[in-house]
Nanobody
C-alpha cells in the first residue's frame, strides 16, 4: 500500500514559477518510476514528466525547457519545478508511482 500526497500548488502569474512536491509513504523502492500528470478542465489527463531510478527524465514537448522533475529517494519525494508558466499550464497536477498509485492532485492556476 502506498499513500501519495501533493503540495505546492496555487496561483502564479504568466512567466512565474511554482514548485510542486510529491511525498510518498508505504512500500517503496528505488526501482520506482515517478510521473507527473495534469488535467485541465474539459480535457483528458495528460502525462507531463517522468523520472526513473537512474534519474533519467523525459517531458512532454510543451514543457521542455520550463519544467524539471527531480527525486530524493532518501526523503521519498519527487518534485516538479515549473518555470516560465503559461496560462495553458493551468490544471490539476497529480503525482503517480509506477502507473499504479495516484495522489489526489493539486490545483495550479496561471493567470494575471
Amino acid at each position: 500500500q502506498v499513500h501519495i500526497e501533493e503540495s505546492g500548488g496555487g496561483l502564479a502569474q504568466p512567466g512565474g514559477s511554482l514548485r510542486l512536491s510529491c511525498t510518498a509513504s508505504g512500500t517503496l523502492s528505488n526501482e520506482d518510476v515517478w510521473y507527473w500528470y495534469r488535467q485541465a478542465p474539459g480535457n483528458q489527463r495528460e502525462w507531463v514528466a517522468v523520472i526513473n531510478r537512474a534519474g533519467n527524465t523525459n517531458y512532454r514537448d510543451s514543457v521542455v525547457g520550463r519544467f524539471t522533475i527531480s527525486r530524493d529517494d532518501a526523503k521519498n519525494t519527487v518534485d516538479l519545478q515549473m518555470n516560465n508558466l503559461k496560462p495553458e499550464d493551468t490544471a490539476v497536477y497529480s503525482c503517480n508511482l509506477n502507473q499504479a498509485w495516484w495522489g489526489l492532485g493539486i490545483q495550479v492556476t496561471v493567470s494575471s
